[in-house]
């Protein structure tokens, strides 16, 4: 899952969604230099990721992708049922997006003396233009995917994806609410 979907997972807890967001960006051994509430939402990260990299659902997607976008396929799908958790967010939250995207980077300026350098550099550009707000609407995965495409040293046709999304919208669509609720019950069991 992509960050929208690792922020929502980790519920109100700070320090868990913290980990969680960071968890991409920690490596190894560096993890025992945060705090048990941040290695937790380190180790849930890692665990959506092995869950969601795993199931047959999400499988189908990655397939429809793979031809064009190789192995960049789980990648743009992760953004991709990121659009739809923002599309739909009031089916998971009472919050609206906006005031829970703001309330999100109010969180991280907090911790940008203990999270990883890296991390707090994305966040000035995710913050500047609320990535995780505009990720409901089409422009907003194009914008994402196609900035993810420059950053990439290697060629990957990302800032293509989009088509791909508007070519086989309720495939991907009806793919993200059969998986989600299944991702929901996975991390409400998990022993974090």
């Known amino acids: 899952m992509n960050f929208l979907a690792h922020l929502y997972l980790s519920g109100a807890d700070k320090e868990l969604l913290v980990g969680n967001f960071i968890g991409d960006f920690v490596k190894g051994s560096q993890m025992d230099e945060y705090t048990d509430g941040i290695q937790k939402g380190i180790r849930l990260h890692r665990a959506i990721d092995f869950y969601t990299d795993n199931h047959d659902t999400v499988l189908q997607s990655k397939i429809r992708l793979r031809e064009k976008f190789r192995h960049y ?10 659009h739809f ?4 967010w009031g089916q998971f939250s009472d919050t609206p997006l906006k005031e829970y995207t703001e309330s999100f980077y109010e969180t991280m300026s907090d911790y940008h003396e203990t999270v990883p350098k890296g991390v707090v550099h994305m966040l000035s550009f995710m913050a500047q233009d609320n990535w995780l707000y505009n990720y409901q609407f089409i422009e907003g995965i194009d914008r994402a995917l196609t900035g993810m495409s420059r950053r990439t040293k290697y060629e990957n046709k990302m800032d293509e994806a989009s088509k791909a999304l508007k070519n086989h919208y309720e495939d991907f669509e009806k ?18």
């Open 73 to 82: 396929a789980p990648v743009i799908v992760d953004v991709f049922y990121d």
């Open 85 to 88: 958790l923002a599309r739909d």
């Open 175 to 192: 793919e993200f609410h059969q998986f989600f609720p299944e991702l929901e019950e996975f991390v409400a069991n998990f022993e974090k």
